[in-house]
């Protein structure tokens, strides 16, 4: 996979609640996971990376989550333009994130919640980590 993915998961609804599941989603290649709790006044922008693949599954609210390909990993061009995707709890959306992207992300309610899978250890992350101006690429208020 070059590009950005969704992966759509479903529901299922019965007078005991909600099961949301993502039956082909394959979690074989994943090392790990942690989750983001956050509220709208706060972007977390721009992380990359040239060798790990990433996941994100919103679990509570909903997310604006930007995905851009540097041009130049030490010095990339400011004019690039991000593709948005919009993650919800009621989407039951999974968005995969290959290799050699940047990714940001902003909470569009209080106390959203996401989940990131990772490929990758943290120490392999580590060793792989770009980190760019938030407002490099978009300005984050606009939808």
Known sequence: MNNPTIIKGG????????????????LDAFQRF???KTDPTVVRAWQGHRKETKAFVCL??????G???P??????????I???YFLSEEDTNIL????GYANGLKALEDDS???????????????????????????????
């Open 60 to 65: 509570d609210g909903e997310f604006k989550v």
């Open 113 to 143: 919640r996401i989940v990131v899978f990772s490929d990758k250890t943290l120490v392999e992350s580590q060793k792989d980590d770009y980190r760019f101006e938030s407002d490099m690429w978009m300005n984050w208020s606009d939808s």
């Open 67 to 69: 995905v851009v390909k």
């Open 34 to 36: 942690y989750a983001i």
């Open 71 to 80: 041009d130049d990993w030490e010095v990339p061009s400011d004019n690039l």
């Open 82 to 84: 991000p593709e948005l």
């Open 11 to 26: 529901t299922h609804r019965d007078n005991r609640g909600v099961l949301t599941y993502f039956n082909s989603f394959n």
């Open 96 to 99: 995969i994130v290959p290799p």
